[in-house]
C-alpha cells in the first residue's frame, strides 16, 4: 500500500509484513478445522501413494539408472522422464521388428514349416507391437516371399 505525503511527487511505501509460518507440529490454518479433516486424510493418502510408487520404480532400476533418477520428486515425475527417455526405443523395436518382416525370404535349403513358423512368430512380434494385419495381407505376403520355381 501507497501512501502519499505532503510533497505530491514522493511516495512512501509501507513494508510488506510476511505472515508468520506454523512450526513442525503446529497446525496450520489451512486444515485446521473438522471439515478439513477428509482434505487431510486424502493429502496423506495421496503423498504415501506417490511415496510408494517412486520407491517401487526406483527399486526396479538398475543401479545406475538409480543414481539418475532418484532425485525425481514424485512418482509422476519420474515416470514421465523414464517415458520420455526410453519410449524412444519403442520405435526402434518396431522398425527393427517390421524390416525382419520385409527382409525374409524363404528358401529351399530349410524346411517350408519351419520357415512358416519363424513368419508366424514375426507376424506374432508385429501384433504385439500393436501393428495388426490383415489376414488377406498375410496370405499374400506369405506367398510373395514363397522361393521361386
Sequence with gaps: MATESANPVTKIVQPHVAQPIAAQGERSEKFSGKADAQKRAAMHAWVHGDFLCRNYILNSLS?????????????????????????????????????????????????????????????????????????SFQVAAMIEKLPPL
Design 63 to 135: 543401479n545406475t539408472l538409480y543414481n539418475m533418477y532418484c532425485s525425481a520428486k514424485t512418482a509422476r515425475a519420474l515416470w514421465e522422464s523414464l517415458e520420455k527417455k526410453y519410449k524412444i526405443e519403442d520405435a526402434g523395436l518396431k522398425k527393427f521388428i517390421v524390416g525382419k518382416f520385409l527382409e525374409s525370404k524363404m528358401v529351399d535349403s530349410k524346411s517350408v514349416m519351419n520357415q512358416v513358423q519363424e513368419f508366424q512368430m514375426i507376424l506374432y512380434d508385429l501384433h504385439a507391437e500393436g501393428m495388426k494385419l490383415s489376414e
